[in-house]
């Protein structure tokens, strides 16, 4: 298992195909094309791949904030779902950690669901901290 750095669009689509997996309300053309539209304003993607098998996708962005200084916000996390349990997940944390050190980042951040208990119990073993409650409307 190696974690690459999406640096060309050409393994967008079978990044996508995973990544349909967390995001199931668009369809493989429609998020390749929101993806990109992302890229344009920083949005980057992680992956890890064992020979031709994506197996682990991270869409993040580098950035910084009065609340966290620079820092990475992990906007989609998501291991296939015949991959999980593979260290996949672990390894593209531990990859993401060492290039937000590189970056000049001092924190990780990430969402997750309420109702993704799996995901919480992997943050937490990731080491994650719970630190806030997230809020949002759409009364807009």
Not at 41 to 57: D, F, N, P, R, S
Not at 84 to 97: D, E, V
């Amino acid at each position: 298992m190696e974690v690459y750095l999406l640096a060309s669009n050409d393994e967008l689509e079978k990044v996508a195909q995973i990544l349909l997996q967390l995001r199931p309300q668009y369809d493989l053309k429609d998020l390749q094309a929101q993806i990109e539209r992302q890229q344009e304003t920083g949005y980057q993607i992680a992956y890890v791949k064992k020979e031709e098998e994506i197996l682990c996708v991270a869409g993040f962005v580098v950035g910084e904030k009065l609340a966290w200084g620079k820092s990475i916000y992990i906007d989609d996390l998501v291991t296939n779902e015949a991959s999980r349990s593979t260290g996949a997940g672990s390894l593209l944390i531990n990859w993401l950690k060492k290039y937000a050190k590189e970056m000049g980042c001092q924190q990780l951040h990430l969402d997750s669901g309420v109702q993704r208990f799996s995901a919480h119990r992997f943050y937490l073993r990731e080491r994650f901290d719970i630190v806030s409650h997230h809020f949002t409307t759409t009364d807009i």
